[in-house]
T-cell receptor, first 111, second 110 residues
Framework: QKEVEQNSGPLSVPEGAIASLNCTYS??????FFWYRQYSGKSPELIMS????GDKEDGRFTAQLNKASQYVSLLIRDSQPSDSATYLC???????????FGTGTRLLVSP | SQTIHQWPATLVQPVGSPLSLECTVE??????LYWYRQAAGRGLQLLFY??????ISSEVPQNLSASRPQDRQFILSSKKLLLSDSGFYLC?????????FGPGTRLTVT
């Protein structure tokens, strides 16, 4: 079983729609959760971090965390073609300064 | 705010040649530093991390090595490159619990 799992996609949504990206993790003791956006050929960019159960909103982005279900998601409202990228979920495992990354979900937003 | 520099940006090297990639960080002191590799169409693989000068932890056995000669300098090396070493090499830095990536070095081994 992979430690951090994401659907590879592509997830296709029309411009203006809500994109929902999901991630599950296996270490129940994980404390910190992150979403990165990676454009083709570029390095990952941190867009959201979440540490406690519930929702965290930043502009058009909302991260949702449910530790009981070991599930973290990213919602992108009013999706734009510029949001087309691969989104990586990352989890910090208990007691370490290392992140475990999922393989990413490719998002395509069509005009 | 912190800035992570990596060079070179791109590199084409023949099999069997040596490698040296450099990462330097500005705007922070005593950071945790990381080297990742991302092969084409693959996920991020953690290669090495360092919590201080001279302290290196290796995540996977391979023909690569890392060194941290200064607080804000992290170097990735190889004595003899393999075809399988091709990929996108990323340096990352932890800042107050969040990890940020440098621009990366794209290495092609021919």
């Amino acid at each position: 079983q992979k430690e951090v799992e994401q659907n590879s996609g592509p997830l296709s949504v029309p411009e203006g729609a809500i994109a929902s990206l999901n991630c599950t993790y296996s270490d129940r003791g994980s404390q910190s959760f992150f979403w990165y956006r990676q454009y083709s050929g570029k390095s990952p960019e941190l867009i959201m971090s979440i540490y406690s159960n519930g929702d965290k909103e930043d502009g058009r982005f909302t991260a949702q965390l449910n530790k009981a279900s070991q599930y973290v998601s990213l919602l992108i409202r009013d999706s734009q073609p510029s949001d087309s990228a691969t989104y990586l979920c990352a989890v910090r495992n208990t007691g370490f300064q290392k992140l475990v990354f999922g393989t990413g979900t490719r998002l395509l937003v069509s005009p | 705010s912190q800035t992570i520099h990596q060079w070179p940006a791109t590199l084409v090297q023949p099999v069997g040649s040596p490698l040296s990639l450099e990462c330097t960080v500005e705007g922070t002191s005593n950071p945790n530093l990381y080297w990742y590799r991302q092969a084409a169409g693959r996920g991020l693989q953690l290669l090495f991390y360092s919590v201080g000068i001279g302290q290196i932890s290796s995540e996977v056995p391979q023909n690569l090595s890392a060194s941290r000669p200064q607080d804000r300098q992290f170097i990735l090396s190889s004595k003899k490159l393999l075809l399988s070493d091709s990929g996108f090499y990323l340096c990352a830095c932890n800042i107050v619990g969040e990890q940020y990536f440098g621009p990366g070095t794209r290495l092609t081994v021919t």
